[in-house]
């Protein structure tokens, strides 16, 4: 029901930065969860940010990028963001996007809560 499409990723040097986005489309509901997730070669898929896209807007970030990550959602655009500044090598991942749709939600930070996902974009900080 619902369609994800990521752009923007790519590489940068340590302390560039870079924007993301997600289009949504589809069945999506009044209210909605949004988030953006990462995972490394051989480590596991971890949550980065998230916003109410669907209520007040209210905004999570995991504490490694606190400070430094900026997450946002134009409604007039249904398209979700995350501004990436003062990257770091550590950052490297590919990055998801995911709404949560209908199911059980069990927290922002947790997979489970995200019925559909985008495809992912690569971003790579030397």
């Known amino acids: 029901h619902v369609q994800l499409v990521e752009s923007g990723g790519g590489s940068v040097q340590a302390g560039g930065s870079l924007r993301l986005s997600c289009a949504v489309s589809g069945n999506t509901g009044s209210t909605y969860f949004l988030g953006w997730f990462r995972q490394a070669p051989g480590k596991e898929r971890e949550g980065v940010a998230a916003?109410?896209?669907?209520?007040?807007?209210?905004?999570h970030y995991a504490d490694p990028v606190k400070g430094r990550f900026t997450i946002s959602h134009d409604k007039g655009v249904n398209t979700m963001y995350v501004q990436m500044d003062s990257l770091r090598p550590e950052d490297t991942a590919m990055y998801y996007c995911?709404?949560?749709?209908?199911?059980?939600?069990?927290?922002?930070?947790?997979?489970?809560?995200?019925?559909?996902w985008g495809q992912g974009t690569q971003v790579t900080v030397s």
């Open positions: 995911a709404a949560h749709g209908l199911g059980t939600f069990y927290g922002w930070r947790d997979i489970r809560s995200y019925e559909y």
């Open positions: 916003i109410a896209a669907g209520g007040r807007g209210t905004t």
